[in-house]
């Protein structure tokens, strides 16, 4: 079946860091992989995603690159900020739009100022 | 952009009662809605998909007749936990998707959080 692993946190960086948060996944097929996000007392919000190998997804000033040799979907950005601070969820569906999201457990993200 | 509302956002009940939780999509006709559950420091787990004027099919280990749903409507998607124990005490978010585009991303309610005591 499918599966999405992650880095553990919580992670704690100082603002303007760079900063990388691994995932790596199992699946049939050939998944999408997304990165949502969940900012304190808010529900999950859609980060970025791709669709398909070697595809780059970006927003925020984040990006993750669709690696299938690796099957990995890291996450980076260069310069992280306090407002950065949430939890983190790399997901993947391999059946298209119409069936559900695995999830990985999340990465709670924290920046010091 | 696409918003989705879930009500209520808490509950505390006794063990036995049933509690419905409602998801609507409150600016698109959502085709397709889900359940998750999430356990402390775990990740989300699909319980089942729901689509409009159908039944709802359940991921393996989701007890069907404990776990009820109902998407009567194009914008509304109902999770009824049956006779609820306290080992259903969990955090249940919905998400609702718009057309057959693999591309269309789900958008997630807010959460409930449910405590059975």
């Known amino acids: 079946g499918n599966s999405v692993t992650q880095m553990e946190g919580p992670v704690t960086l100082s603002e303007e860091a760079f900063l990388t948060i691994n995932c790596t996944y199992t699946?049939?097929?050939?998944?999408?992989l997304f990165w949502y996000v969940q900012y304190p007392g808010e529900g999950l919000q859609l980060l970025l995603k791709?669709?398909?190998?070697?595809d780059k997804g970006s927003n925020k000033g984040f990006e993750a690159t669709y690696r299938k040799e690796t099957t990995s979907f890291h996450l980076e950005k260069g310069s992280v900020q306090v407002s950065d601070s949430a939890v983190y969820f790399c997901?993947?569906?391999?059946?298209?739009?119409?069936?559900?999201?695995?999830f990985g457990k999340g990465t709670h993200l924290i920046i010091q100022p | 952009g696409a918003v989705v509302s879930q009500h209520p956002s808490r509950v505390i009940c006794k063990s036995g009662t049933s509690v419905k939780i409602e998801c609507r999509s409150l600016?698109?006709?959502?085709?397709?809605m889900f359940w998750y559950r999430q356990f402390p420091k775990q990740s989300l787990m699909l319980m089942a998909t729901?689509?409009?004027?159908?039944?709802?099919?359940?991921e393996q280990g989701v007890e069907k007749d404990k776990f009820l749903i109902n998407h009567a409507s194009l914008t509304l998607s109902t999770l009824t936990v049956t006779s609820a124990h306290p080992e259903d005490s969990s955090f249940y978010i919905c998400?609702?998707?718009?057309?057959?585009?693999?591309?269309?991303?789900?958008?997630f309610g807010d959460g409930t959080r449910l405590s059975i005591l």
């Open positions: 998400s609702a998707i718009y057309g057959p585009s693999s591309d269309q991303p789900q958008h």
């Open positions: 699946a049939t097929g050939y998944p999408s």
């Open positions: 791709a669709t398909k190998a070697d």
């Open positions: 997901a993947l569906n391999s059946g298209g739009g119409a069936d559900g999201l695995t």
């Open positions: 600016d698109f006709q959502a085709t397709t």
């Open positions: 729901s689509n409009e004027g159908s039944k709802a099919t359940y």
